[in-house]
């Protein structure tokens, strides 16, 4: 549709005003050639160490990602520490080493050096903190790439289900969403997302780490499928590809 031209726009298309303007955008280009850009404009503030970008999921995986990284798994709790009871068979502390011992079966597999923080039912460095402290500390003297520390959720809400995984420090926020990803596309359980929060072992680690909250142990239908080999089996596959995902932004050794 055309617009018939006012007088007033047609008194913007004069030789003067055209003549004008081009004066002015002339003065504003020399004056940032001279002086630079203006304050704040192009410069981002400086970042912490900036979070690898995902690389996008691809058929067959990314399993050659894994070959000599070392890997810390940290299944949670463990003796006298039975984690969360609920209407789960198993208590937490033995989901989570089950599932560890699977995830550490797969990695191998595939080329990574595993460093479990736990192998039996006994708790490295005791109990309550100290257990914390050492779990740090086998992270720390081994060299580890990241840890993944692996726990079972309750909730004084039996409706409340699903997973998430935890971070502390930005740079582990896309491990965070690798792993989490891949546990909610494989469990087909309710995504709670990717959160950050204090707990220990994440935010002490020296390297990126992530907590795994693999379901609820007090949601009836999910403390069936936690007590379920298949769904541990699951989760310990989407552990592993999330790993491998998040290794391959890395970029090939
Ligand atoms: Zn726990």
Do not use: C
Not at 43 to 58: D, G, K, Y
């Amino acid at each position: 549709m055309r617009t018939p031209r006012t007088g007033a726009l047609d008194a913007l298309y004069t030789p003067a005003w055209v003549g004008l303007m081009l004066v002015v955008v002339v003065l504003v280009l020399g004056a940032r050639l001279v002086l630079g850009p203006p304050q704040g404009a192009g410069r981002a503030p400086a970042p912490r160490p900036p979070s690898v970008e995902l690389v996008p999921r691809q058929p067959g995986g990314y399993g050659w990602s894994l070959a000599g990284r070392r890997i810390v798994l940290d299944p949670g709790h463990g003796g006298a520490d039975a984690g969360a009871v609920g209407r789960a068979a198993m208590p937490e502390k033995a989901i989570a080493l089950d599932t560890a011992l699977r995830a550490a079966a797969l990695l191998e597999r595939a080329g990574a050096r595993v460093v479990l923080t736990r192998r039996d039912d006994e708790a490295p460095g005791g109990t309550g903190q100290s257990s914390l402290v050492e779990r740090v500390r086998l992270t720390r003297n081994t060299g580890a790439d990241v840890m993944v520390s692996i726990h079972a959720d309750a909730s004084p809400d039996p409706s409340a289900r699903g997973v998430t995984t935890y971070y502390y420090h930005p740079e582990a926020a896309s491990l965070a969403r690798a792993i989490q990803q891949e546990l909610v596309a494989r469990l087909g359980t309710v995504d709670r997302g990717v959160r950050s929060a204090d707990f220990y072992v994440v935010r002490a680690a020296p390297v990126p780490a992530v907590l795994v909250e693999l379901g609820f142990v007090t949601h009836p239908a999910e403390a069936r499928s936690l007590s379920s080999a298949g769904y541990r089996q699951a989760a310990a596959e989407a552990i592993v590809d999330g790993l491998a995902r998040y290794f391959a932004s890395w970029g090939r050794p």
